[in-house]
């Protein structure tokens, strides 16, 4: 999809931006991820015995796929509220930095913080990978409304996705649905790859994939974390060294 000149007048009003947002939805192949991954989310919730209300509502609220499989699981498990509540916090925190990373795209000196808070809970990798595509070429006061069209978009994908996946739970093997799961990390990483403009990003995603298998080594449960954290710093140290190399 091609979006509109940052001048043209089809930009003008935040309802058309909202719109143009609901279209950029089916121009990313990660809607088509999406509806795949929460296919199966709906069929686990099925599976675990929680009723369609609750998968929608975890759907909505919690919006992160990783993490509804958490609740989902140690809930199903017999894990208490807490525990669980614990468990989706820990793996919450990984959006946390795309949040800090999507704000300054969208953010002019009119923002008010109440005009993020929407923003904040759509950001997820789907959103974040997605920004950093279309947003160059929003204008800048029309992005909060473009972003919030296309996550409305993306939920709306997944909230269809939940349902159908919750429906067709009995006709779904086990080998499809772990296939489905495994689809969306796959796609992340491919769209992070496409997205990567500076060698520092294209450093960090090598750096990750190379240094994860040491990391399994480990056993420390948090083998992704502790690859992503070396990978991210040593790609951070080498842009910093060619900044001053060129400087000099």
């Known amino acids: 999809m091609t979006l509109p000149p940052l001048d043209s007048p089809q930009w003008h009003g935040s309802l058309k931006a909202f719109g143009w947002g609901l279209r950029a939805t089916s121009a990313?192949?990660?809607?088509?991820?999406?509806?795949?991954?929460?296919?199966?989310?709906?069929?686990?919730?099925?599976?675990?015995?929680?009723s369609m209300l609750w998968a929608i509502l975890s759907t909505v609220?919690?919006?992160a796929g990783p993490a509804q499989i958490i609740l989902v699981s140690t809930l199903g498990s017999g894990q208490t509220i807490l525990q669980s509540a614990i468990a989706v916090t820990m793996?919450?925190?990984?959006?946390?930095p795309m949040v800090v990373a999507v704000l300054p795209l969208i953010r002019s000196p009119q923002t008010k913080r109440r005009h993020l808070v929407l923003i904040a809970h759509f950001t997820a990798v789907t959103l974040w990978v997605?920004?950093?595509?279309?947003?160059?070429?929003v204008p800048r006061e029309r992005r909060i409304a473009f972003v919030h069209g296309?996550?409305?978009?993306?939920?709306?994908?997944?909230?269809?996705?939940?349902?159908i996946g919750y429906l067709l739970a009995a006709n779904l093997s086990q080998t499809?649905?772990?296939?489905?799961?495994?689809?969306?990390?796959?796609?992340?990483?491919?769209?992070?790859?496409r997205n990567a403009k500076e060698l520092a990003d294209v450093l960090a995603l090598g750096l990750g994939l190379v240094l994860y298998p040491v990391a399994a080594q480990l056993n420390s449960g948090?083998?992704?974390?502790?690859?992503?954290?070396?990978?991210?710093?040593?790609a951070f140290g080498a842009h910093k060294w060619r900044e001053r190399q060129g400087q000099a």
């Open 91 to 96: 793996s919450a925190i990984r959006l946390f």
């Open 28 to 50: 990313t192949i990660l809607s088509v991820v999406l509806f795949v991954t929460f296919i199966g989310i709906g069929a686990l919730a099925h599976d675990t015995h929680f």
């Open 176 to 193: 499809f649905g772990a296939a489905v799961l495994l689809l969306t990390p796959l796609a992340f990483l491919f769209s992070t790859l």
């Open 130 to 137: 997605e920004c950093y595509r279309f947003l160059p070429h």
């Open 150 to 163: 296309l996550g409305t978009g993306l939920m709306g994908v997944a909230l269809v996705a939940t349902i």
């Open 222 to 234: 948090v083998d992704i974390l502790v690859s992503g954290v070396v990978a991210g710093t040593i």
């Open 61 to 63: 609220l919690v919006w």
